[in-house]
T-cell receptor, first 115, second 110 residues
Framework: DAGVIQSPRHEVTEMGQEVTLRCKPI?????LFWYRQTMMRGLELLIY????????DSGMPEDRFSAKMPNASFSTLKIQPSEPRDSAVYFC?????????????FGDGTRLSIL | SQQGEEDPQALSIQEGENATMNCSYK?????LQWYRQNSGRGLVHLIL?????REKHSGRLRVTLDTSKKSSSLLITASRAADTASYFC??????????FGAGTTVTVRA
């Protein structure tokens, strides 16, 4: 079975540019999570969706960040305008149900560098 | 916010030795999970232990949970080079979210 698929794997862009990260969750999973991982702050939950509806976006750092899930098989995380401090690895994960009683399945991430 | 905190931050062992890492958390939980992350890859789920369980095994992995001390441990027995990775605990703090610790980096020397 295909796992969670993220694209691109690497993105290098200049400050001020718009960045769009993409995620395809595992088919049949009702929950989708976006995380950011840095050395300083570890793994942070940015936002999660249930059945394509954003449930909790309290982790989104600023209005420059937005996320959408137009259908069950696709989600995007957009940063506009991007800043050097946004440099991090961004992960998407999905799970059958929410809560801690089911594992989350992670993609291999997008390594984002903002110059 | 990070609910779980792993200890030690880093661990270096010889192939064949056991590796033990600990996770402490602050609030009541229903479940605790352990994940592994290889360099440049996403996190991979290893094992889930429920709050009413004290110990769980999966292959060479053994996880314990002590809810009275708000702590868990992960033991990897007979380590192999392929076990070189970072290991994270994750707890469910508010129902539908997981909070991850900072991780323990394990290096297995050949």
């Amino acid at each position: 079975d295909a796992g969670v698929i993220q694209s691109p794997r690497h993105e290098v862009t200049e400050m001020g540019q718009e960045v769009t990260l993409r995620c395809k969750p595992i088919s049949g999973h009702d929950y989708l999570f976006w995380y950011r991982q840095t050395m300083m702050r570890g793994l942070e939950l940015l936002i999660y969706f249930n059945n394509n509806v954003p449930i909790d976006d309290s982790g989104m750092p600023e209005d420059r960040f937005s996320a959408k899930m137009p259908n069950a098989s696709f989600s995007t995380l957009k940063i506009q305008p991007s800043e050097p401090r946004d440099s991090a690895v961004y992960f998407c994960a999905s799970s059958l149900v929410g809560g801690g009683n089911q594992p989350q399945h992670f993609g291999d991430g997008t390594r984002l560098s903002i110059l | 916010s990070q609910q779980g905190e792993e200890d030690p931050q880093a661990l270096s062992i010889q192939e064949g030795e056991n590796a033990t890492m600990n996770c402490s958390y602050k609030t009541s939980i229903n479940n605790l999970q352990w994940y592994r992350q290889n360099s440049g890859r996403g996190l991979v789920h290893l094992i889930l232990i429920r709050s009413n369980e004290r110990e769980k095994h999966s292959g060479r992995l053994r996880v314990t949970l002590d809810t009275s001390k708000k702590s868990s441990s992960l033991l990897i027995t007979a380590s192999r080079a392929a076990d070189t990775a970072s290991y994270f605990c994750a707890t469910d703090e508010s129902g539908y979210k997981l909070s991850f610790g900072a991780g323990t980096t394990v290096t297995v020397r050949a």
